[in-house]
């Protein structure tokens, strides 16, 4: 269990350190990697359901015992997202250095699996 409890703060904390600053970037984002962002909505929307995800894997820190069930969204949410940008970088749609930022997604679902396959529920135990 405690390693489920590290892998989940781990994930959220760094969820939030490197996605809060992306509320402020929308503009250099368009000059550093043209075009533009041409629909904010879904710009602002990622940022946002991804820190959701973020406050999760803290209160999956704090006990994953209780929330174990909420481990398997949590590894399809960074499966999809690992899965994404590999076929955006086949595709040439991402640079190579938002590639690899976001490669670290694959890693935390490999942890998530571990921590899932690791924690047992009370019941299970009986």
């Known amino acids: 269990m405690k390693f489920a409890k590290i892998v989940f703060l781990i994930a ?23 075009p533009a962002i041409t629909h904010p909505e879904y710009f602002y929307g990622f940022i946002g359901v991804a820190l959701a995800w973020q406050v999760l894997f803290l ?11 909420m ?12 899965t994404a940008l590999i076929v955006l970088l086949c595709q040439g749609r991402l640079a190579l250095s938002t590639f690899a930022i976001g490669s670290v997604d694959w890693i935390f679902a490999f942890l998530f699996i571990a921590s899932y396959f690791t924690t047992r529920s009370n019941r299970a135990a009986v």
Not at 59 to 69: A, G, M, N
Not at 71 to 82: A, C, K, R, Y
Request: zero cysteines.
């Open 71 to 82: 481990i398997l969204p949590s590894i399809l949410e960074n499966v999809t997202w690992g």
């Open 12 to 34: 959220g904390i760094q969820g939030l350190l490197i996605l809060s600053p992306l509320y402020f970037l929308e503009n250099k984002i368009g000059r550093d990697t043209p």
């Open 59 to 69: 209160v999956l820190s704090t006990d994953p015992i209780r929330y174990r069930p």
